[in-house]
């Protein structure tokens, strides 16, 4: 399995964080990081699954041009 | 104490944004409310943007299904979240169109995760009734945060509905976190002057006076000698607490 490379916090905002926050430890920056980047992948995972499921509700005739809007 | 409420309520709205509990976010306790305003507004964005063609393609793909339709995959669907990302990037009147066909408590949830400036098309062409019903039930929560995030796109018309039903007390909570507090006098301004003794009473009955103090320190100073004459009608042991409270907390009170 590979790890995936965790990303600092200036990667996340991607800019420098306000001065307040980049005077926190290094492991609180990081552990706000992760938590954006946990945040990022849930939505990407979220939105993935409700578009297919959305689709159930689509009229039949609809299905397809829906479809190749989204891009599915 | 001002500063420490201020960044506690910036640290919930963050957690909120973040999708996790405050005590998440305990290490940010001591960074100054402005630096956690600013972390807020960028994650947000962060958050807004990161799946920005995924949402236009779905905003886009939206406008080929009946709005009815719409709606039902909205609540059956996407739920809450993905209806706030989304909502920033459909056509307004489209917007407006399928929230008056979701249910009170969803557009509640709705409220709760939008970026109200990315909405602020469709949130002013909401109906009056519809947003009176939203902040009914946000009050009902206790939701003060995300009542007050809106209280700054709202038409004047849908506030002064909003504040015939929030109460005393709640007006207070809403002010007290207002997002952008220069709103505050404008607010008052649409409060009849019958409710100042009710707001300062309210303040006495739950000894929150700093949220008085907070509310009188941003409306004009027409208002604000409406409010302190409102304290002076007090009886003399609340009004002498409101004095030992003001004295605690570093405001200028004369109720003599």
């Known amino acids: 399995m590979v790890e995936r490379q965790r990303r600092t916090l200036g990667e996340q905002l991607g800019g420098d964080p306000p001065a307040g926050v980049r005077a926190l430890p290094g492991p609180d920056q990081q552990a706000l990081a992760d938590l954006i980047g946990d945040a990022r992948r849930a939505q990407g995972a979220a939105l993935a699954k409700a578009g297919e499921d959305g689709l159930k509700y689509v009229p039949a005739l609809l299905r397809g041009a829906v479809r190749k809007a989204v891009g599915l | 104490m001002k500063a420490d409420l201020d960044a506690r309520g910036e640290i919930l709205k963050l957690a909120r944004v973040l999708g996790v509990p405050p005590s998440r976010l305990d290490s940010l306790a001591a960074v100054p409310v402005d630096d956690l305003r600013l972390l807020r507004a960028r994650v947000t964005d ?50 407006v169109d399928v929230a008056k066909r979701l249910s009170t408590r969803f557009l509640a949830d709705v409220a709760v995760d939008l970026d109200p400036r990315r909405a602020n098309e469709i949130i002013s062409g909401i109906p009056t009734p519809v947003v009176v019903s939203v902040a009914r039930e946000l009050a009902g929560r206790e939701d003060w945060i995300t009542i007050g995030r809106f209280v700054g796109h709202l038409r004047d018309s849908a506030i002064s509905a909003c504040l015939e039903v929030l109460g005393d007390a709640a007006l207070l909570e809403v002010a007290f976190v207002l997002d952008d507090k220069a709103r505050i006098d404008h607010v008052v301004r649409l409060l009849p002057s019958s409710r100042f003794g009710g707001v300062v009473g309210a303040a006495a009955d739950s000894g929150h006076w700093e949220s008085v103090f907070d509310l009188i320190s941003h409306v004009s100073p027409v208002r604000r000698e409406k409010f302190v004459a409102a304290l002076k009608d007090l009886p003399e042991d609340t009004r002498a607490s409101a004095e030992a409270a003001a004295s605690e907390l570093g405001v200028e009170l004369d109720l003599s």
């Open chain 2, 46 to 95: 962060v958050l807004f943007d990161a799946n920005l063609p995924t949402l236009r393609r779905m905003a886009a793909a939206s406008r080929l299904i009946p709005a009815p339709v719409v709606a039902k995959i909205a609540e059956r669907t996407f739920g809450p979240l993905l209806c706030a990302r989304i909502a920033g990037l459909v056509d307004p009147a489209r917007g």
